[in-house]
């Protein structure tokens, strides 16, 4: 019975070893992927291939995921073969809870437009939390549990060559235990000199992210000598939705213009019997209204009632007075490369405005400003950032995003379509 017992443990010990393998390289497939596919500063030179790369990276995790499916049968048998070993029973435990979570929240993720909104946000926030902590415990469990370190505390401890080969028959990976430690030693370097490079991906061009709350203390640096001639309407200060919640990420493809009131101006022209221009000073006199609405990321993130105060769209089109060929508005950014485009049908919805504040304050460069695109019903690519100009074209334009993969319409889902 005992050697009946011992071979069937020595099968299930290799079972074991090769599905740890696997799992370590998707682990460490899936973080490099994921940052590359986070970092705002490499959002613009990732953007030809970005598409294929979250495709790439779903499809890492549904391997993953049939990993940990492969594990179940032998889920009770290797508890109770670590029965005593508390350390190895608690890094069980903690991998089994972070590909879990993983697992749970990239599944969300993926369905991305068939969720609510709210679900997406939430599963983001999870899945970059248990990026953050489960990357560096990986890191430190494949240099602690590495050969080399066990040595070197066996010798330390004066433990017995018989415990020590014991140790290495269990853990060892096909021989490659010494490679394992040469990844896993330069893993640990890279995480220590990566935390630099890190905050470098997160502030090239963009600043990473910003709360709703910051809004309001960075509103002094987003219009320059000319955010006297901005003043709130009553709805907006204090803001009617009560102040946004959440975090804007922040991202440009590539780079954030400055704004010059002196220099700026804003367009409509195209197919249009009055084509105008505005400078600065001009476009601030114009007629505002004010409304609450959501603010949703394709990526899973959202901002919650913003008060976005501006003109709504369909009065700029209606002042140029769009000629009947016109099938399609086009947007400029400011940056020089961004562009989409809505159909006049989008365009005449109520909530698609030209917004010039959020809660009251100017909306800062980094979120846009002086001047972008909301449109709410959609996510947010489709609401140009630094808007300067709005051309009436007779046939539809295949914006920025939709180029490298993106959908044409992008609706949020349970969204009122007209």
């Not at 902590?133 to 430190?140: E, K, M, Q, R, T």
């Amino acid at each position: 019975m005992k050697q009946a017992w011992e071979r069937y443990t020595g099968k299930m010990g290799k079972k074991l070893r090769t599905l740890h393998k696997w799992n370590a390289w998707l682990v460490l497939a899936l973080a490099g992927s994921g940052v590359v596919l986070y970092a705002p500063a490499l959002r613009g030179a990732t953007a030809p291939i970005r598409v294929a790369l979250k495709q790439g990276h779903i499809w890492l995790g549904v391997a993953s995921i049939a990993l940990l499916l492969l594990y179940a049968p032998f889920l009770k048998k290797h508890a109770k073969q670590l029965r005593g070993k508390t350390m190895q029973a608690s890094n069980l435990a903690i991998v089994l809870a972070l590909l879990i979570g993983w697992s749970v929240s990239g599944v969300i993720l993926w369905l991305g437009r068939s969720v609510p909104p709210a679900w997406s946000s939430g599963a983001l926030l999870a899945h970059d939390l248990l990026t953050w902590v489960g990357v560096p415990y990986a890191i430190l469990h494949s240099v602690t549990r590495s050969r080399w370190v066990r040595e070197g505390r066996a010798r330390a401890t004066g433990a017995e060559a018989e415990e020590l080969e014991a140790e290495r028959r269990f853990e060892r990976y096909d021989g490659s235990r010494r490679k394992l430690l040469k990844t896993g030693a330069a893993a640990l370097v890279a995480a220590v000199a990566g935390s630099a490079v890190f905050r470098w991906l997160t502030s090239v061009g963009d600043r990473g992210g910003v709360t709703a709350e910051e809004v309001a203390s960075r509103a002094a640096d987003a219009l320059p000598n000319g955010q006297e001639l901005l003043s709130p309407l009553p709805e907006s200060n204090p803001p009617m939705g009560g102040g946004a919640e959440g975090t804007f990420r922040i991202y440009t493809v590539t780079r954030i213009p400055e704004f010059d009131q002196a220099t700026w101006s804003f367009a409509v022209n195209g197919l249009v019997d009055r084509p105008l221009t505005w400078d600065w000073p001009a476009f601030a006199k114009l007629a505002r209204k004010a409304q609450v609405s959501d603010f949703h990321c394709v990526t899973g993130w959202s901002v919650y009632h913003a008060t976005w105060e501006g003109v709504p769209l369909k009065e700029l089109l209606a002042l140029a007075s769009v000629r009947p060929e016109a099938k399609y508005a086009k947007f400029y950014s400011g940056d020089g490369v961004y562009t989409d485009a809505l159909s006049l049908e989008q365009a005449d919805m109520d909530d698609v405005m030209v917004a010039a504040l959020i809660d009251g304050k100017p909306i800062p460069e980094d979120l846009g400003g002086p001047v972008r695109l909301i449109v709410p019903r959609m996510y947010a690519y489709k609401s140009v950032k630094w808007l300067q100009s709005i051309e009436l074209i007779d046939r539809d334009h295949i914006g920025y995003w939709q180029e490298r993969g993106y959908e044409v319409d992008a609706w949020v889902p349970g969204a009122k379509r007209s």
